[in-house]
């Protein structure tokens, strides 16, 4: 975390938070949209937790990204608090060819927004593409010209 007093571990489809000073696990969520048993959640481990810094209005909250989807999640459980959170998911059209998520960043502010940049991989045609989400509300931006 931010302030280095909670660790995250991503263990297959899960997320294990611990307190560090007292070494005490707090809490365990899921990553995932689909049965646990299932092969789509055993294809969709984790391959990377970020907590979003203190300069966010989402200070604490986990990013959290397999090869399959994307989701902002509340330390805190489904949603957290105060109902926020989001999960984007890799259409099953683009994934059958052969597209999947090879990197995932927060940005931080612009123009007004938070922002998590997402680069998806297609294995065909052996390219990448970068989409900006609304850290805030999960909605893919559309695509500029510049």
């Not at 294990?16 to 007292?22: I, P």
């Not at 052969?98 to 612009?110: L, P």
């Not at 922002?115 to 294995?123: F, G, P």
């Amino acid at each position: 975390s931010p302030d280095d007093s909670t660790l995250a571990i991503g263990f297959g489809n899960f997320i294990t938070l611990w307190d560090v000073e007292d070494q005490v696990m707090l809490a365990s969520l899921p990553h995932h949209q689909y049965p646990t048993e299932s092969i789509q959640a055993k294809e969709s481990l984790i391959d990377q937790i970020e907590f979003l810094p203190n300069s966010s209005r989402l200070c604490d909250m986990l990013l959290i990204s397999s090869t399959r989807n994307v989701s902002l999640q509340s330390p805190f459980g489904h949603c957290g608090a105060e109902n926020i959170g989001w999960r984007w998911i890799v259409p099953p059209a683009e994934e059958a060819r052969g597209i999947s998520i090879s990197t995932v960043e927060y940005v931080g502010r612009h123009q007004q927004e938070e922002i998590v940049a997402v680069t998806l991989y297609d294995e065909s045609s052996q390219s990448s593409r970068c989409m900006l989400i609304n850290a805030e509300t999960g909605l893919v931006n559309p695509p500029q010209d510049h």
